[in-house]
């Protein structure tokens, strides 16, 4: 493999929506439509950020009838998590985040 192609991950992951979706995706797997309602995101974008985080090797997907859940791969599970907390971005410490991670809890008690 190339430098590139090794870094295309890194890359993915700088966009804020990105990360964003991964933070999620690092406390459980979620279908696409908890992730477009936690996000507030119309499907298509949604669909395109997933899509590309697939690609690069960050998330896989696992179909359950008919839905798709996302994952982050088990690879990488340690080091983006490690990557919140060396960059502050966690729920703990990044407002966005923190409203995601409260959406989610929420959803998921109701």
Same mark, same amino acid.
């Given at each position: $493999?190339?430098?590139?192609?090794? &870094?295309?991950? *890194?890359?993915?992951?700088? #966009?804020?929506?990105? %990360?964003?979706?991964?933070? +999620? +995706?690092?406390?459980?797997?979620?279908? =696409?439509?908890?992730?477009?309602?936690?996000?507030?995101?119309?499907?298509?974008? &949604?669909?395109? #950020?997933?899509? +590309? &985080?697939?690609?690069?090797? =960050? &998330?896989? =997907?696992?179909?359950?009838?008919? +839905?798709?859940?996302?994952?982050?791969?088990?690879?990488? #599970?340690?080091?983006?998590?490690? $990557? #919140?907390?060396?960059?502050? *971005?966690?729920?703990?410490?990044?407002?966005?985040?923190?409203?995601?991670? %409260?959406?989610?809890?929420?959803?998921?008690?109701?």
């Amino acid at each position: $493999m190339s430098l590139q192609s090794n &870094l295309r991950p *890194l890359s993915a992951l700088a #966009h804020p929506t990105r %990360w964003r979706i991964v933070a +999620l +995706l690092l406390d459980r797997p979620l279908c =696409v439509s908890d992730l477009a309602a936690i996000l507030d995101l119309r499907l298509s974008n &949604l669909s395109n #950020h997933l899509k +590309l &985080l697939r690609e690069c090797g =960050v &998330l896989r =997907v696992e179909r359950r009838g008919s +839905l798709c859940f996302y994952r982050v791969v088990d690879r990488l #599970h340690g080091v983006i998590s490690s $990557m #919140h907390t060396a960059f502050g *971005l966690s729920a703990a410490c990044d407002s966005v985040l923190g409203a995601d991670a %409260w959406k989610a809890q929420a959803s998921f008690r109701s």
